[in-house]
């Protein structure tokens, strides 16, 4: 018989089914011309506004081939179950982000299907969207996407207007989890005032908030050093453990090599997968 536990979790429920999954982008903008994610992500709670510290969205860009469009996923099958963690590489521009993206519903396939916790939510309206996305899933990104004139204990408190709970259950919860990552002593803090390593760490705390089922982290130790980012990765172990999902993208060969599951994009295309694995070991305590 199998050891209790890590089994469980391996055979757990699917979280992700994408099927037949392709992503059409009609109009082609520059990267600085694309919508901003803060606003997608957190733009009801940071009162509408768009990444604080992003400059000005430029002008979209002039639509190259704009009826044809260009193809970025083509066709995408993939199950991810309860416990995974899933490195997901590939060389840039193969569609990485835009598959997480995806995922994350900050964006909708141009067709297939994707079910999220069984449910199909390739057709949903933008309040279900949001509604779920800031309830059972969590995001991290490479850039921290922190408000700068927000204290740490604020920037984790930011997805809590989904929780249905109190300021004063919301606050206790954001002091907690800033403790679980190694913050109790910088809750009052602003980003400028930490270092990289800590603002990912907030960061962390701030998607752990609604207890997510799935936590989706584009290049999170793409901007800190390699002991930091191994700091960072113990977090993701720690968080994995407890039976939350993770998909992780990273160019980085030691941070996939932590993952269980190993999955690899070329031009659209899964071309790789070492198929699902064992949860994570738990970390060192
Ligand atoms: N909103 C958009 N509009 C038009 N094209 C886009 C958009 N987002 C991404 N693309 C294009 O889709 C392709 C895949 O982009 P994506 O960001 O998913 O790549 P990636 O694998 O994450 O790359 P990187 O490793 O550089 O982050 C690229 O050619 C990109 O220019
Ligand atoms: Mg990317």
Sequence with gaps: MAPAGSSALATGQPVVELSGIRKVFRQVLAPEARPGLFARLWGRAAGGRDRPDAPAAAAPDVAQNAEAGVEVLSGIDLTIRAGEFVALQGTSGSGKSTLLHLMGLLDSPTSGTYRLLGRDVSHLADDELSRLRNTVLG??????????????????????????????ELRSRGL?????????????????NLSGGQQQRVAMARALLNRPRLI?????????????????????????????????VTHDEDVA??????????????VSDSGPGAPSVPAPA
């Design 139 to 168: 995001f991290v990104f490479q850039s921290f996407y922190l408000v700068p004139y927000a204290t740490a204990l604020e920037n984790v408190m930011l997805p809590g207007m989904y929780s249905g709970l109190s300021q004063g």
């Design 176 to 192: 907690e989890l800033l403790d679980r990552v190694g913050l109790a002593d910088r809750v009052n803090f602003k980003p400028a």
């Design 216 to 248: 989706l982290a584009d290049e999170p130790t793409g901007q800190l050093d390699s002991a930091t980012s191994a700091d960072i990765m113990r977090l993701f172990a720690q968080v994995n453990a407890t039976g939350t999902s993770i998909v992780l």
């Design 257 to 270: 090599a932590q993952a269980g599951r190993l999955i690899r994009i070329a031009d659209g295309r899964l």
